[in-house]
């Protein structure tokens, strides 16, 4: 038996059989992973636009204390160092996606279409498997200001996470769906 792969879109899986009365080509569709989806070349500076504007969506959302608290974390940022929140997210979107992938393989090998749901549903896990990702940032952060108002937001940081899991959930959809 000979198997030959092709390759396309969503990652299709051709293998044909060959030395057998019954030859036939069959073909299995695999959903592409998210690196495939979201670090491509052409995607990439359009995610991190994406997620921006998500954070500035979820800032609006945000009252109470712990919303002035990161609004005024974000704010500090901003000011001390402009451009700096794009770079960081540009930085830590392959990581994130990273810890996204195994959440995307699980849906869609269970047949889902709603990634939104699909992660609010798992919302402590996955806010958790996400602030890993800025945890070991900041821990390895030698930017005293950056590291203050990190510190400032992490104790509330995964209920934040939480809230936005289903624009997350939609802006994997926009590029993958």
């Not at 996955?126 to 930017?143: F, K």
């Given at each position: 038996?000979?198997?030959?792969?092709?390759?396309?879109?969503?990652?299709s899986?051709s293998?044909?059989?060959?030395?057998?009365?019954?030859?036939?080509?069959?073909?299995?569709?695999?959903?592409?992973?998210l690196?495939?989806?979201?670090?491509?070349?052409?995607?990439?500076?359009?995610?991190?636009d994406?997620?921006?504007?998500?954070?500035q969506?979820?800032?609006?959302?945000?009252?109470?204390?712990?919303?002035?608290?990161?609004?005024?974390?974000?704010?500090?940022?901003?000011?001390?160092?402009?451009?700096?929140?794009?770079?960081?997210v540009?930085?830590?979107?392959?990581d994130?996606v990273?810890?996204l992938?195994?959440?995307?393989?699980?849906?869609?090998?269970?047949?889902?279409?709603?990634?939104?749901?699909?992660?609010?549903?798992?919302?402590?896990?996955?806010?958790?498997?996400?602030?890993?990702?800025?945890d070991?940032?900041?821990?390895?952060?030698?930017?005293?200001?950056?590291?203050?108002?990190?510190?400032?937001v992490?104790?509330?940081?995964?209920?934040?996470?939480?809230?936005?899991?289903?624009?997350v959930?939609?802006l994997?959809?926009?590029?993958?769906?």
């Amino acid at each position: 038996m000979r198997g030959r792969i092709t390759v396309t879109g969503t990652r299709s899986y051709s293998r044909q059989h060959t030395g057998s009365p019954a030859d036939e080509e069959t073909t299995t569709s695999m959903p592409a992973t998210l690196q495939e989806i979201l670090l491509a070349p052409d995607a990439e500076p359009k995610v991190i636009d994406d997620c921006l504007a998500l954070i500035q969506q979820q800032l609006s959302d945000m009252s109470g204390i712990s919303g002035t608290a990161v609004k005024l974390a974000y704010k500090t940022v901003n000011t001390f160092m402009p451009g700096h929140v794009r770079f960081m997210v540009g930085s830590l979107l392959p990581d994130m996606v990273v810890k996204l992938q195994p959440y995307w393989a699980d849906l869609n090998a269970a047949g889902g279409t709603e990634f939104g749901d699909y992660l609010s549903k798992r919302g402590d896990e996955v806010s958790e498997a996400l602030l890993s990702v800025t945890d070991a940032r900041a821990h390895a952060s030698d930017r005293p200001v950056i590291i203050k108002a990190y510190n400032s937001v992490r104790g509330n940081a995964g209920k934040h996470i939480e809230a936005a899991l289903p624009r997350v959930g939609d802006l994997v959809l926009k590029y993958a769906g």
